[in-house]
Structure formats: structure tokens, C-alpha cells
């Protein structure tokens, strides 16, 4: 009796424990995404948030619009005799665009301007970037890989007759290559296109482009052609749409930054290895990274992109402001504007070359930087991709070591005697230290052309370029480590803030001047850390600066002859004026902002809380100004607080 009772109890004890397994197993399945984003979020709040979740005072003025570039108005819209395109057309223009997000971006914007100008239909470009990297997935042509062709056609139909593909006789005599292509050079004029292509458009009816620079028309055009660059605006801020997919997780990633009510301040480092090499910024990186540099320097020598010797004082180059700023400086420069240690930033930029050692000081300064990967969990990154095809690994097999019996043998076969010793077994190479994307520096000259998981890698990052974009361009503050490089091509940064100065002209975008920065820090070598007041205040009026008409002034001289949607104004804004000028905001555009301001005052005075002592932002600037003007040389020498 007593041994059957005990059968029972453990019986139920099995059973309850399967039972547990069971219910543990189903809340970890359900609640994975959960459990991963509370780790992935969990940001260290400000110490300066009250229960209700508000700021300080201090904090919220680094927050605030700038007031004189409110009355810069998005409108892109067409203002003199603009028909609509006639059908049938001059004919068809089909296109290959290669390079990088930005690139692609630019190149889709002149193309259209371009079919526009030849009165011809534009067949959906090609994006070559995603379409030759192996097992991208099927569900996606190259187009729509990035963005919403359904969006792309509609929004234009005003402008340019879009299709997306040509007829099928047309398309099988392509395949035939009977159509002539081509190669125009970057920033081409539009009596290019008037004198070389339009014929050959009418005579065949249709004719290709290969596009490689990131542009194929002049940025800034004659004012008679000012309809061309809103036509420009309306391609890059309102038809190129992103896909549903990337856009829902990139607002995501704006919901989940922006977690409590708190803002974030998004920062593209520009560390690109490609505008390094440019610049010859090599030595500002280490080891393997300074010889990656200068390799692929040589290779712009040789390909003629680079008229400069191979190498060059990347010192010297900085204090010119030809090198970017490093992620260090960019912290120490937050922290010289007062920004608080426990900020949410977001690292924009899907390559940042010299990886998380680089970023190793500013995270020590702000432990709240996160990028896409700290945001999104694998599974909802993976979601964009698709069904991708499976790839064979870059499998590396060791040579095989010889034993003993295989040595004796060789020795026994080795010939008549008296001859050397044969040498001793090489060590094989294990696959960790073959593997990598810089492992062939040491052993090769040349760098090996890029595997089929390179090229899939390449078209992942259009993706994560494009969920940066998105956060960057929502973002409450920006900040560039890299804009206007020199190179001649569009940066990342340049587009963001290009969409920022559209969009919302009084929103926080810093627009810093390398030159006036490196050789103020080259001024505080021996105090980084701890600056003296004087220079945290000149650090501070100038990125105030940059953030009003002094930053909008160098972006017109150095970015917009690069590229025109770095620095869309005035062609594709209106200003609120109470006189009547030529550039003035429509009638109801005034109204509706009147409209919008009012409920937005009203909100503001629910929820702010007054200023301490009504002091006004401009006044505690002048202020700091006027004390750094008027410091004795022994207050000069005191050392600064930087959490002061």
C-alpha cells in the first residue's frame, strides 16, 4: 500500500512537471519579442525628469526650434505655366544606377528631371546595388527593394509618365542590345541631354544610362530652369516613399527612442572608407585600418579619381577641415553645449569604418547611444530581407597535419643519403583567423573581389541606410561628423540635412565648420577632458550658430554645387511675411500654420512649465558671450566643470 502511494505521488510529480515545461515554453515563445525589447530599451532616464515626465528648464531650451528659420515653409509646388506630360512621348529612358543610398537617391531625382526636360516616359529605374547581390529575395524587384513604386508613379503623374517596363517588343530587342546606352559624367549640363540624347530618343525611341557618380545633372541650373529643381523636391521629399515595411519599423524605432516623452538626438559619423581615402585621413585611424585607407587611396590614384600624392599629413588635412570629426570630439562638443550624460542618441549610418572601437569614448561619455541594433531585435530586421536564398559560407579547410607515419615516409622517399632534414609541419590556419573583412591585407596586395555574401551584405545596408534616414531626418536634433567631405559625391549627412532644412527648417540641425573646431581643439591638446570656460563658450556660440543663417550660409557655399537637396531653399520654400514678396507663402498656407501654431501654444501652455525667472535662451547666450569677452587672464586659467 504504502509502495503504490509513492508510484502516485511521483507519477503527479512527472506529470506536473511536464505540465510546467509546457506553460514555460509557451511564455517564452510569446513573450520573447517582449523580453528583448525591455533589455534592448531599457535607457538610464535623465535625473532631471520630474513624475510627470517633464524636463528641466535647462534641458529643454537644448530642445528648442530656432526661431528666425520658422518662417522657411516646405513648397515645392510649381508656380508658373507647368503642363502636364503629353502621351505619347519623345520615347522611353531606361536606367542602371550604381553606388550607395545616397548615390541612389540623388541619381532617381536628376533622372526624372532629366525625362522630364526630354519629354520622354522613364521605365522604373534599375538599382544595381541590391540586383547583383546573390539570393536577394524574390519578392522584390530592384526598385522596390528600397521603395514604393506604386507611390514613385502616382505622386509624379503630373510631372513624368512613369512605367515599369518597357513594351515587350521594346524589351526583347534591349535584351538584343540594339538600343544605344549612355555613360554620362556626373553634374552633366542639360544641353547635354538636349544635344546628345533627344536625337537619338526621337530616331529609335528609346535609349539607356549608366549612372555611377550619385548624379547625372547639374545641381544648381539657370534660374530660367528653377521648375527642374522643385521637380526635384517633389521626386526626393514626397515621391521616394520607402516601402510599408521600412517605414513602419522605422516609425517603430522613432516610438521606442522617444519612449517616456524624451527626445533624441541623432549622429551620423560619416566614417565612410571611401571619403577617408579621399581626404587621406588615414592616420587618424590604427593598425589595419590606416593601411585599408591608404589601399584604397592607391586605387583612386591609379583610377584618376585622386590628383594627389598616395601619402599625406592627415594632421594637417584635419586642421584644414578636410577630415571628419571623430566620435570623440563630437562628444566632448555635446558636452560643451550642455547636453546632459543620459541623452538618447542614435548612431546613424549602416558602415562606420573602424567599428565599435572608434565610438568607444563617446559611449563612456553618453551610455545612452543606440543604433538599429540595440532598437530591433533580429527577427523584425530580418522581415525587410524576404525569402533570401541560402548561400554557401565562406568555408575555409585547414591543410591537413602530417603525422609522424606520413613524415617517416617522406623521409624513406626523400632520395639517397646525406641530405638535409626535411622541414617541420606548417601550422595550419585556423578559420577565425582567416575570416574577416580585412584579413587579405595580410596576406595579398590586392583585395579580393567580393563574395556573393559581400554583395548581399552591400544591398542589407541600402536597407539600414534607409531606417536611418527615416530616424535621422525625425529626429529632435541632428548632428553631422562628416558633411560637405569634398569628395565631389553626396554624403548621408548632406541628404539628412537637405530633408530637415525642407521639412522643418526650425528643427536642431547642427552645421559645424571642421576648420574653426579642429583648431580649436588643437587650442585645449592638454586639457580635453576639462576645457577651460572660455573655450567651452566658444564652442558653444559657434554650434548656435551653426544651427541659424551662419550654418545656412556655408551649406549654400560648400554643399549645394555638389548636390542640390543637400540645400533645397529658396527654389522649394516660401517664406510667412507679413509684406508680399516674391518668395511669399501662399494665402492659405499662412492660415493653416496661424491654425496649427495656435493649438500648439495652447498645448504648450498645459503642459510646459515656465521658465525660471522668465530669462530668455538669447539672453543667457548674450550673457555667456559677453562674460567670455570680459575674463581676466586668471579666470582664463580656471578649468571648467564640464557637468557643470
Same mark, same amino acid.
Given at each position: ?119 520622354? =516616359? ?9 540586383? =547583383? ?5 524574390? /519578392? ?269 615516409? /617522406? ?137 541659424? /543663417? ?28 507679413? =509684406? ?29 512649465? $515656465? ?30 566643470? $564640464?557637468?557643470?
Amino acid at each position: 500500500m504504502f509502495r503504490s502511494k509513492i508510484k502516485w505521488v511521483a507519477l503527479g510529480g512527472l506529470v506536473l512537471s511536464f505540465l510546467s515545461l509546457l506553460v514555460h515554453m509557451f511564455v517564452a515563445n510569446t513573450s520573447v519579442e517582449l523580453v528583448q525589447y525591455s533589455v534592448m530599451t531599457r535607457f538610464i532616464e535623465d535625473l532631471n525628469i520630474d513624475i510627470a515626465g517633464k524636463q528641466g528648464v535647462r534641458s529643454q531650451k537644448l530642445w528648442k526650434k530656432i526661431k528666425p528659420l520658422e518662417v522657411l515653409q516646405p513648397y515645392a509646388n510649381p508656380r508658373s505655366h507647368y503642363p502636364v506630360p503629353v502621351d505619347p512621348s519623345n520615347g522611353f529612358i531606361y536606367a542602371k544606377i550604381f553606388g550607395e543610398f545616397e548615390k541612389i537617391r540623388s541619381s532617381i531625382c536628376d533622372l526624372v528631371a532629366i525625362s522630364r526636360l526630354l519629354n520622354a =516616359t522613364l521605365v522604373i529605374p534599375e538599382i544595381q546595388e541590391s540586383t =547583383t547581390s546573390k539570393g536577394i529575395s524574390s /519578392e522584390f524587384k530592384s526598385f522596390s527593394y528600397l521603395y514604393n513604386e506604386e507611390q514613385f508613379i502616382t505622386s509624379l503623374k503630373n510631372d513624368v509618365i512613369i512605367v515599369k517596363n518597357l513594351p515587350p517588343k521594346l524589351k526583347e530587342a534591349r535584351r538584343r542590345k540594339e538600343f544605344r546606352t549612355f555613360k554620362p559624367k556626373k553634374s552633366a549640363s542639360p544641353d547635354y541631354y538636349i544635344r546628345e540624347l533627344l536625337p537619338e530618343l526621337k530616331k529609335v525611341k528609346v535609349v539607356g544610362l549608366v549612372i555611377m557618380d550619385g548624379g547625372c545633372l547639374q545641381p544648381i541650373l539657370a534660374s530660367k530652369l528653377v521648375e527642374y529643381q522643385r521637380l526635384r523636391c517633389r521626386v526626393a521629399f514626397h515621391a521616394l516613399h520607402f516601402r510599408p515595411e521600412i517605414l513602419a519599423l522605422a516609425h517603430l524605432m522613432v516610438k521606442r527612442l522617444r519612449a517616456s516623452g524624451q527626445p533624441y538626438l541623432a549622429y551620423h559619423p560619416g566614417l565612410v572608407r571611401d571619403s577617408l581615402a579621399y581626404k587621406g585621413c588615414a592616420e587618424l585611424f590604427q593598425d589595419v585600418h590606416t593601411e585599408l585607407i591608404q589601399y584604397r587611396r592607391a586605387q583612386m590614384i591609379k583610377q584618376k579619381t585622386v590628383h594627389d600624392e598616395l601619402t599625406v599629413d592627415s594632421f594637417i588635412r584635419k586642421l584644414n577641415g578636410s577630415c571628419p570629426l571623430m566620435p570623440e570630439e563630437v562628444g566632448l562638443l555635446l558636452r560643451a553645449m550642455g547636453y546632459p550624460p543620459t541623452i538618447r542618441i542614435y548612431l546613424a549610418g549602416s558602415e562606420t569604418f573602424g567599428g565599435q572601437r572608434v565610438m568607444i569614448p563617446l559611449r563612456a561619455m553618453y551610455t545612452n547611444l543606440v543604433d538599429r541594433s540595440n532598437l530591433c531585435n533580429k527577427h523584425e530586421l530580418n522581415k525587410l530581407l524576404g525569402n533570401e536564398a541560402p548561400l554557401p559560407s565562406n568555408s575555409f579547410n585547414p591543410s591537413p597535419i602530417k603525422t609522424a607515419k606520413t613524415l617517416k615516409k /617522406e623521409w624513406d622517399q626523400a632520395g639517397p643519403r646525406p641530405r638535409p632534414l626535411p622541414p617541420p609541419p606548417g601550422r595550419p590556419i585556423y578559420q577565425h583567423e582567416k575570416e574577416g573583412w580585412y584579413g587579405w591585407v595580410a596576406e595579398k596586395d590586392s583585395e579580393p573581389d567580393p563574395s556573393p555574401i559581400d554583395l548581399r551584405d552591400k544591398a542589407h545596408r541600402l536597407l539600414w541606410d534607409a531606417l536611418d534616414y527615416v530616424v535621422s531626418v525625425e529626429a529632435d536634433a541632428f548632428f553631422p561628423g562628416f558633411n560637405n567631405d569634398g569628395s565631389g559625391w553626396p554624403d548621408f549627412s548632406s541628404l539628412v540635412i537637405g530633408h530637415r532644412l525642407y521639412e522643418m527648417a526650425s528643427a536642431r540641425t547642427y552645421r559645424p565648420d571642421r576648420k574653426f573646431l579642429a583648431n580649436l581643439f588643437n587650442s585645449t591638446e592638454d586639457h580635453f577632458y576639462f576645457p577651460k570656460r572660455r573655450w567651452t563658450l566658444a564652442a558653444r556660440k559657434h554650434l548656435n550658430d551653426s544651427l541659424g /543663417e551662419e550654418g545656412l550660409k556655408r551649406q549654400f557655399i560648400q554643399s549645394k554645387p555638389i548636390s542640390f537637396l543637400s540645400h533645397p531653399i529658396p527654389e522649394c520654400s516660401c517664406t510667412i511675411s507679413k =509684406t508680399s514678396s516674391q518668395n511669399t507663402c501662399p494665402k492659405w498656407m499662412e492660415e493653416s500654420l496661424a491654425k496649427s501654431r495656435l493649438q500648439e501654444s495652447a498645448t504648450l501652455n498645459e503642459n510646459e512649465q $515656465p521658465d525660471d525667472d522668465g530669462i530668455d535662451e538669447e539672453q543667457m547666450d548674450s550673457e555667456d558671450e559677453s562674460k567670455a569677452n570680459n575674463l581676466s587672464p586668471l579666470e582664463e586659467d580656471v578649468e571648467m566643470d $564640464p557637468d557643470d
